[in-house]
C-alpha cells in the first residue's frame, strides 16, 4: 500500500513515525514531500534557537533516519496539484507520485492581520527557522521592538526578541488581556507585572491602524491616536491552516479555514486524511503539537486496521514564557451556574492561582495557575479523572498547612491507572508502571520503553515520582546510586570511605566497588577523598580521577585553552596585585575579564603555560581560586562599614575571614558566599549557598539560596549571630550538606528535596537534634587546618608539573590548532562548529 | 590478490611518560593522538585526539572507564563517550566515531600503529 504525506512538520513526522513503528516493514511504501528546505524540526522550541540551539539541535530525526526507515523524502518541494481521481499528486517541481491514501499535514501559516504597511522591511512572522534567521540579522540594528500578539505565540516572540539583544520590546495586544485563550483578566494582570519586571512593556486593549516608515519601519499607528516608534516589528497575531491545495482539490474547508475531517479524520474523499492544525475537527482548530499527535495515532492505527477515533482533545497547556510559569487546564473560565472558584491571588510573589470546582464541592473542573505551576500535572490528572477532591478543596493549591511534609492534596496513588501522564505521547499512568516493573527502572529506561517526557518534557517530573513510588511499592529501596560501578548513594559512599580510611580512587573502588571506574563516579569520589582528608587532589594517583577542570587546576574553555583564576578574597585587591594580574595576562596574551565574584578572570591559556603563569601569581601572593572545582568560589561583599555610610559592620574583613577559612573546601557541587554590611543587601547574599547579613546587633545566616538556571532565594537559618557564632553554624552547615548531598547536588536542591525542609536543617544545626554538631565543627577544623594552596605544590612538584603539556613527545610544542579571534582589542576563541 | 594494510610502528614514548588510568596526546606529523593508558585492565589504547562532536583536541584529556566492561573515554568538553576499543560514539547521539590505532608495548617504550 502506497501512503503520501503532505508536509513535513512535526506532526507529518510523527505520523511517518507512528506508522513505521506499527507497520512490518515493507508493508507500507511512504512518500512525504517537505516544503521547507529541513526535515521536520521541533517547532514548539522554536524560541531555544536564540538560547544557542541550532537547527540540528531542533531536528526530529536527521535524514538517516528516513532512509533507514525507507521513506522517500523530497524537501523544499511541496506539492501544488492533487488529482483525485487519478489519485496522484504533483510537485511544484513537476514529481508525480500516485498514492492509495493521502495524508495531508500541511499545518498552518501565521495570520497576518490586513494593517497598512505590513510589507515594510523590518516586519516579520515567527513561524520558521528561516524567519528566525531574518531577524536575528535584522536585530543587530533594532534597539525597540514590538510583537503584534498577547498570546501564547506572541510572548514566546517577544523572549526571543530579548534573546536577540532588543531588550526595549513592547508587546501589542488587541484583547483586554494577554493570552486571552487560556487565562483570565487577574491572572493576566499578575503576568503583565511580571513581564514588565523583566523588562518588557505591554500594551492591552489596542488596536494597531498602520505601520510607519518609508521602506523600513520606524513606527506604529493605534486605533486610539497614539504611537510608537520601533525598529522593527514580528506579527504573531495567530494562525491560519494551510487549506489552499484541500481547496483546489475541492475538498470541503470551513468558512475561517481548516480541512474538515470527521472522527476519522478523513475528509470529504475517504482516501485522503488531514492532520494537525489543517484539520477542522467538530469546527475546532487545534493549535497544539498534543492533539495533532494523537490525530497522527488515529490515522496510523486505523490504516493498520485498527479503529480509533479523535474526538476532542484537552486543550490544557503548561508553558514558561521568559521564566514564568503559566498553565490553564480543563475549564479555566467556569461559569456560576457551573461550578464555583476558589482564587490564590499573591500580588507580593507575582502568584496567581483559580481552581474551578463542581457545585458540590467534590470535582475538579479546571483552573489557571501563573507565577507558580508545579502543582499542574497533580491539578490536571485530578480534573481529568474525576479524583474526588479533598475536604478542603483550597489544600491543593495552598498545600497541607501546618506540620510539614505530606504531599499537599490528592497524590499520584490516588489517580487511576489509565491517567493520562505524557499528553504529548498519550502514555498512561499504567503504561509507566508497567514499565517498571518490566524492569525499566530508570528515567531513561522509561523514556526509551514508552515515550513518556520526550515532547514538551512538562511529565518529566511526575513519571520521575511514578517510578520512586512503584519501586517503593515493591518493596525496593529506593536511593541514587553512583552508576554501575558503585552501588552506594554518595552518603553512604562518603561514610565507608571515611570508615576503612580510603585515600585513593583505586582503594575506593577495590574495596567498595567494581570494574574499573568511569566518568560517573570518578569525580564525586574523588570529591569525598578531598572532602575526607583534604590532600593534594592531584597526588597519589588521584589525578586521573579529578574531572578534567581539577586535573589541570583550571577551567577548560572553547578551544582547548584554559582559564586562571586567583583568589582575591572579599574582592580586596592592592594596586600592586592588579599591576602583577595585568602583567602577566600581558605576557601570556590573555583575555581578562571581571567576574559576577568579584574576581578577575584570565582566558586563553595554553595548558604549557599554566605553572608558569601560576609561577608568577604565586610570587605575588596570589594563591588558587578554585574556580575549577567543586569547592567554595568566592566570598563576594559590600565595601561594608569602613567606607559606606550605611554600613554596619566591616562586611569586608568578615568576608575575607569567611573565604579564608573555607578556600579549598571540596563538597559535592561549587559553593558560593557573600557578606552585606547592611539590609541594602548590596552583595546579594541572599542569592548564595550561604549568606551573611548584618543588622544592627551582629549577622544575620542565610543558607540554600542559587543563582543560576533555577535561581532561588535563601532561606534565613538564624538572626543577630555574634562572628564566632556564625562561623560555627557555617562549620556545621556546611559539613553536613557536603555529608549528604548527592553527587552535583547545590544546597538549594538538597534543601528542597530534604524531608522536613528549612525547619529540619535548624533543628540539626542549631539545636543539634542529631548530636552530631561537634562532630561536625571537628572534621571543618581538620580540613581548615590541613589547607594548602594546590596550585603552590603543583608548581614546587616537577612530577605534577611534568602533566601539563600538550605533546607528550614534544612538551615544548603548543596545540597547533588552537586560533583565537580579536575582538575589542583583545582576544577570543575561536567559534566552534 | 590479497591486500594487506602495512603497520609503521611510531614510537611515541616512555610508559612512564603516560599517567596511570589517563592519557596523554602524542603529536605525529600534524597529526594528534590521544594514547591511554589504561593501568587497571593492564591495557592500551590510542584514538584520534579530536572529539567529533565539537572538533576539540581534548580527547586525551578525558576521564577513561568502562562502561558493562566496555573501556571508554569521556570528552572532557560534554562528556560524549567513545569505546576505547572501537571508537564507536556511546552516548546514544550521532556525533561521529573515534579513529582507533593498535598499541604495542616493548622495553616500556610505547609504540603506535600507523596505517601507510
Known sequence: MKIVVIGNGMVGYKFCEKLTAKAQSGQFEIVVFGEEIRPAYDRVHLSEYFAGKTAEDLTMAGLDWYEEKNIKLYLGDPISYIDREQKTVRSHHGITESYDYLILATGSAAFVPPIPGVEKEGVFIYRTIEDLELMTAYAKKAKTGAVIGGGLLGLEAAKAMIDLGVTNTHVIEFAPRLMPRQIDEAGSNILKAKLESLGLSIHTSKNTSGILGDQFINGMQFSDDTKLDVDMLVISAGIKPRDELAKLAGLETGHRGGIVVNDKLATADQFIFAIGECALHGGMIYGLVAPGYEMAEVVAANLMGGDKSFTGFDMSTKLKLIGVDVASFGDPFVSHTEGRSIVLEDSMKGVYKRINISNDGKYLLGGILVGDADAYNMLLQTSKNKVVLPPNPEDVILGARGGSGGEGGAGITSLPDDALICSCESVSKGDICQAVCDGNETMDAVKKCTKAGTGCGGCVPMVKDLITHTLKSQGKYVRNVLCEHFNYSRQELYDLVKVHKLMTFDEVLNKLGTGDGCELCKPPVASILASLWNEMILAKGNDTAQDSNDRFLANIQKGGTYSVVPRIPGGEITPEKLIVIGEVARKYNLYTKITGGQRIDLFGAHVSDLPAIWSELIAAGFESGHAYGKALRTVKSCVGSTWCRFGLHDSVSFAIRIEERYRGLRAPHKLKSAVSGCIRECAEAQSKDFGIIATEKGWNLYVCGNGGSKPQHALLLATDLDSETCIKYIDRFLMFYIKTADPLTRTATWLNKMEGGIDYLKNVVINDSLGIAGQLEAEMQLLVDNYKCEWKEAVENPEIRKRFSHFVNAPEVKDPSITFEPMREQKKAKEWK | ?116
Request: glycine share 8%; proline share 4%.
Open chain 2, 1 to 116: 590478490m590479497i591486500q594487506e594494510n602495512v603497520l609503521t610502528w611510531f614510537l611515541a614514548c616512555r610508559t612512564t611518560d603516560v599517567p596511570d588510568n589517563g592519557g596523554v596526546c602524542v603529536k605525529y606529523h600534524d597529526d594528534q593522538i590521544a594514547l591511554f593508558n589504561f593501568s587497571r585492565r593492564g591495557e592500551w589504547y590510542a584514538t584520534q585526539n579530536m572529539c567529533p562532536h565539537r572538533m576539540q583536541m581534548a580527547i586525551s584529556r578525558g576521564m577513561i572507564g568502562t562502561q558493562n566492561s566496555e573501556p571508554k573515554v569521556a570528552c572532557p568538553f560534554h562528556k560524549k563517550t567513545f569505546s576505547l576499543s572501537t571508537g564507536k560514539c556511546l552516548s546514544g547521539d550521532d556525533c561521529g566515531d573515534l579513529k582507533t590505532y593498535p598499541v604495542k608495548i616493548e622495553n616500556d617504550l610505547v609504540y603506535i600503529g600507523i596505517e601507510e
